[in-house]
C-alpha cells in the first residue's frame, strides 16, 4: 500500500490509541521506523481486553501489522504479551508461519510491562532516552485494538465502537463492544449491576484510572470500569488533596527511597526520583522546581506500592507537571544514565502488586461478549484524542447513519469523529453532538 493512502485511511476514519491519551494513529506511521512493537502487555491489574481481541482477532492483527511494516519499510515486528496469556499467544503462534519478520516476545509478568519504555526495553533492549519519542531509536508501538481499528478502517469502517471491560464490584463481569457515547451507567446495568449499593467508578485500571460517574460516556481510550467500595484502598489513594499530602510529606517522609528504589523509568537511567522529589516537598520546595518532574510516567508504583508511610509521590508529581505546563517551563537536557544493575530485581509481579492494593478477589473471567447495546441516545465528544478537537459539521435535526462523518479534524493533529449510531441529531456544541437513536419500525 501507498503510504500517503495508509495515513490518509487511518487519519479519515478517526484511528487514535485506544488508551492513554489517544495519540491520533496517522502520526505515528513514520518511515524513520524499523521495529514496530504491539502492545499485549496489559499491565494493569484486571484488564483483559487486548489478549481477549487478540485471541478472536489474531489474522486480521498480524496480517494488519505486516502491511503497516511493508509501508513504511519497518524490518521486523514484535508482538509483545505475557506468557500467562496461552490463548492469545496460541492464536498468535497458529499465525506467524504465514508472516515474515514477525515474532512474539514473552514480556516478564510485572507492572508496567505495557508502558512504552518499559516495553521497548524488554522487547528489542533498547532504552528511549528520557524525553524522547520511540521514534527515536526507531520504533513505533500500538496497542492491540488500535491495529484492530486499522483493520476495520482498510474495511472502510471507521471507528464508532469500543471494547469496555466492566469489572470489580458488579454482578456479571464481561468485556462488551458498545457504541461510542453511550453512557457509563447502561454499561453498569447491562452487567448486571453493582454488587454494593454505595460504589464509586473508576474509569480505566486500578493504577492509572481516575474517578468517573454514571453520566461519562464512553470515548475512543474508555479501556475499563471499575466498581469499588468507597472504602477502598485504591479510592482512599485517589482522593488525596494536593496541599494536605505535602504536609503530610514535610511530617511523615522518612527518606527511605523505596520509591525511587523501584521507579521503573529511574531504574532504566531516567532522572526521575521521586526520593528526592518528596525531600524537597519536606522542606517546602524552597529549592528550585522540580523540573524532572516531567520524565514521571504517572505509573503509581511509587505511592500505590512502594511507600510505607502512605504518602503520594505520583499525585504530586502530577500536579507539578501541570504547574509547568501552565508556566511552559521544560526539563533540563537529560544525562543518559545506564540501566540499573539492580533493575532485575526490583521490578514488581502483577500477583503481588494485585494483593497489596486489595484488587485480586476482582480478578474474575470477563467473557468477551457479542451483545448488541441499543441506547436511546448517545453524546458523542469532539475531543476523544490528543491534539485539537475535530469539528461539528452536522446540525441539530441531521439524520445520520453509524459510520457518518459528523465532525471533520481540525487543523493539525486532530481525526475525523463518526457517528456510532443511526439517529437524528439532537444538539450540536463545541463539546460533543447528541443523537437520538433511530428505532426500528
Known sequence: MNFDELVKIV?????????????PSYAKLDKRCDTIILNCAECEPLLKLHRQLLERNAYEIVSTLDLIAKTVEAERVIIGLKG????????????????????????????????????????????????????????????????????????????????????????????????????????????????????????????????????????????????????????????????????RAMAACCQCSYCTDLCPRNLLGHPIDPAFFMRNASNTMQEAPYLDAAYCCSCGLCEMYSCGQGLSPRTLLAAVKADMRKQGLKPLPAEEKPTSPARSYRMVPVKRLAARIGVDKYNKTAPMLSDVLNPATVTIMLSQHIGAPAKANVAVGAEVKCGDVIATAADGLSVNIHSSVNGKVTAVNDKFIKIGVKTDE
Request: glycine share 10%.
Open 84 to 247: 500467562s496469556y496461552k490463548n492469545a499467544l496460541a492464536a498468535v503462534e497458529a499465525q506467524l508461519d504465514s508472516f515474515e519478520n514477525i515474532s512474539v516476545c514473552r514480556l516478564p509478568e510485572i507492572y508496567p510491562a505495557g508502558d512504552e519504555v518499559v516495553l521497548i526495553k524488554e522487547a528489542t533492549g533498547k532504552t528511549v532516552k528520557a524525553g524522547s519519542l520511540p521514534i527515536s531509536i526507531g520504533v513505533t508501538v500500538f496497542n492491540v485494538e488500535t491495529i484492530y481499528n486499522v483493520y476495520n478502517a482498510l474495511q472502510g469502517s471507521p471507528v464508532t465502537h469500543k471494547f469496555v471491560t466492566v469489572a470489580g464490584e458488579i454482578n456479571k463481569p464481561m468485556t462488551l463492544r458498545v457504541p461510542l457515547g453511550i453512557t457509563i451507567g447502561e454499561l453498569i446495568d447491562y452487567a448486571g449491576g453493582s454488587t454494593l449499593d454505595d460504589y464509586e467508578i473508576i474509569l480505566g485500571g486500578p493504577m492509572m484510572g481516575n474517578f468517573g460517574s454514571r453520566f461519562d460516556v464512553v470515548t475512543k481510550t474508555t479501556n475499563a470500569i471499575l466498581l469499588l467500595p468507597r472504602d477502598h484502598y485504591i479510592v482512599k489513594k485517589k482522593q488525596v488533596n494536593t496541599s494536605i499530602d505535602i504536609k
Open 11 to 23: 487519519k479519515d476514519c478517526g484511528v487514535v490509541g485506544c488508551g492513554g491519551a489517544g495519540f
